[in-house]
Structures are given as C-alpha cells and as structure tokens.
C-alpha cells in the first residue's frame, strides 16, 4: 500500500462521540487525501492536503476536519459523529505526479 | 451528481473472455483518466491511467480505450482470470488538480 498506514483499521463508536483517524505517510509525498467509500457511490474526497497546514476542502467536507502538522501524518476528525458517517475510509497520497496511492482503510461504525 | 458515470454495476464472464466495463462524463476540463482495482478488504490500486491526447494504451492484458469526442472511455480486460475477480472504479480529473471523481464501480466475477 505504498508506504501508507492506516489507523485504526476498525472502529465502533456512538453517535455524537469525536472520532480521529490517523493516515501515516513514509513516502515524502506532498499531498495527502481523505476520501469515503459508500456502496452506490464510488470513493469521494472529503479533505486534502498540499503541504504541511495547507489544507482544503473536497467533495463531502460537512461534519468533517482536517489537520496536517507534519509532512508523514494526515488527521481526519469527526467532530460529533453520526450514524450518516458509517463508511469506510481511505487515506492517499501524491507526489510530483498526478497519480493517487491508497491506504488499507479504517471501517468505522457509528450506533 | 456523479461525475463519472460506470456501467455496468457487475459483471460476470467466464476464464479467457474480455470483460469491458464503461464509464462517461460531462466536464471537458478533465484530462486524466484513471483505473483503480480493489479487492476486498483492501484500499484501491492504481491499475492503468490515459491522458486524451491518446485513443488507447495498453500494461500487460489491461487496455483503455478513449473516445474524446463521445466523452467516453473504458477499460477491457483480455484473458481475464479467476484473480482478476475485483470490483473496478473509473475516476476523472483536471491534470493541475488533485480532486479524483470516482464512477460508482463494477464488481466483476471471473468464474474458472
């Protein structure tokens, strides 16, 4: 998975608890990507990362927050979770190409 | 509104047949067109991209072929194997973005 991890890969928890899932990076790369996979949906982008602090916002960035403060590590916050975020998700990243590389996932569950 | 539109949602061909699985748009600004393979419990893998500047490209048994001005473009797979069984995505972008669109996915079925 190209030097990309993942953390955790499974989590359960309730509605209206804060959740952050980690993506670690050993690549260097410059950009990093949260994206949710949802059936009927395909994958699509919540937040991305340009740069250390630089961040913006994707497709499906209500209820979420990002946080770059190194160059390896991506964060993705869940301020309040709801039952509407059940999804699993995936961390990527890029380099000077355009190409995505992705992370394993984490499956999160909210009751 | 999905951006990328794929067809079909899943596809079921016999060992050595060529599945083709279709996606299209709308933006003509996009100008890269990649294809991710995900197995189960696993993240995407980048499996072959084009550029419109070509009508086709081929990596081993795995061949895009674009249609610029149908606004189309799709991925066929010859000699198709049990291991090739996999769920397919078709995603677009603007070559100075980093925004993926992502198709809705085929979950092909190679069967022995």
């Known amino acids: 998975d190209a030097g990309i991890t993942q953390s955790p890969r499974h989590k359960v928890t309730e509605t209206g608890t804060p959740v952050t899932l980690r993506c670690h990076q050993t690549?260097?790369?410059?950009?990093m990507y949260w994206y949710r996979q949802d059936p009927g949906h395909g994958l699509r982008l919540i937040h991305y990362?340009?740069?250390?602090?630089?961040?913006d916002k994707g497709e499906v960035s209500d209820g979420y927050s990002v946080s770059r403060s190194k160059t390896e590590d991506f964060l993705l916050t869940l301020e309040s979770a709801t039952s509407s975020q059940t999804s699993v998700y995936f961390c990527?990243?890029?380099?000077?190409?355009?190409?995505?590389?992705f992370g394993p996932g984490t499956r999160l569950t909210v009751t | 509104q999905q951006q990328v539109k794929q067809s079909p949602q899943s596809l079921i061909v016999q060992k050595g047949g060529i599945p083709i699985i279709n996606c299209a748009y709308e933006?003509?600004?996009?100008?890269?067109f990649p294809w991710y393979q995900q197995f189960p419990g696993k993240g995407p893998a980048l499996l072959i991209a084009?550029?419109?500047?070509?009508s086709e490209k081929k990596e081993g048994r795995f061949t895009i072929s674009f249609n610029k001005s149908a606004k189309q473009f799709s991925l066929h797979i010859m000699d198709s194997q049990p291991g090739d069984s996999a769920t397919y995505f078709c995603?677009?972008?603007?070559?100075?973005?980093?925004?993926?669109?992502f198709g809705t996915g085929t979950r092909l079925t190679v069967i022995p």
């Open positions: 990527a990243i890029s380099g000077q190409s355009i190409e995505q590389y």
């Open positions: 690549e260097n790369h410059r950009y």
């Open positions: 990362s340009y740069g250390v602090k630089d961040t």
């Open positions: 933006n003509t600004a996009f100008d890269y």
């Open positions: 084009i550029r419109p500047d070509v």
């Open positions: 995603a677009a972008a603007t070559g100075g973005a980093n925004n993926l669109f």
